[in-house]
Structure formats: C-alpha cells, structure tokens
C-alpha cells in the first residue's frame, strides 16, 4: 500500500467519536525515509481546518525553532497521535488513542525514523519499536508562553540537531 493509499483509509475512518466534529481529517505529513518523526498530541482548530499538522501559533513556533537549529520542517514527518481534531481541543481520551494507534504504527514502519519526538504527555502513548530513539520534549505551546520551558525546549532542539547531523 502506498502513502496515498494509506491515507485515502484513514480519511475514511470512524473508529472512535472524535470524526464527528472535525472538518478534515490530519494525518500528518513530510517525506518518506525522514529521519526525524515528531508525534503530538492532536490536531487543534488550525489543523482541522487545513487538514495539516502543526501550522497553528505552536506548530509555527516549532517550526521556527527548528529553523534556528538547522532542521527544515520538510526534511521531517510530522504527525498527531489521533489524526481528528478533539471537542474543545481537549485531550483525547483513553479508547481513542487506542483506536488510532494503529494508523500511527503504520506511519511508524513507512517512514522508518531513526528518532522520534514525542511532544507533550498523549505522546508518550506512541508505541516503543526496536531500533527507533525516543525523545520527549516540552510541547512547542508550552515553551511559547513560559520563559524557563522555552529555554528548556530550545536547548532539547539544539540537542537534536547535533544527534541527526
Ligand atoms: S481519531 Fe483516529 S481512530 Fe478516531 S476517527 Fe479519527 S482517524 Fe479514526
């Protein structure tokens, strides 16, 4: 099955409630063979409304962050552990994540990352494979609005970047 393929299922998907109250489906994005993947929690209003992970207030932080330590956001994966926008951006309940940690298994095996990331607490959920590095780091939206998380986070970046160099 190829990524498209892959994606058309999950755009179709209603395993858990959470399909109800989104406007698109996000399953994430960023090439095949990164070696970085970085797993957040959900989706928020920004995300379902374009259907792209990460391109709210904290993914722009992210991605600039990333910039300032030489990561191109497109030379990494980037994906949510439910793939549909919560009810009050709350955090997704236990039998969703269940329900949708399926389709970040497989996502896992397609793009075979050396690292992944994981950002903020519903991220530790992401399955542990042999042979794959975890990281967790502070959630970019943390490390917008608090001075000592953004240090922290800044320096957990700097840290990746010299991993992956
Ligand atoms: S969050 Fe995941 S399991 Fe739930 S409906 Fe969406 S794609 Fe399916």
Redesign the pocket.
Known sequence: MSMEEFNTQ?CS????????G?KH?V?GEGPLGAKVMFVGQ?PGADEDELGRPFVGRSGKYLTKTLAEYGIKREDVFITNI???VSPENRK?FDD?IR??L??LIAQINFIKPKIIVLLGASAKETPRIDGIEYIQVIHPSAAMRFTKMREKFRCQINELAKRIQ
Request: a positive charge; charged letters at 25%.
């Open positions: 999950i998907c209603q395993k858990c409630r959470l399909w109800k989104a489906v399953p959900n439910v793939k549909h997704p969703e329900a949708c399926p389709y």
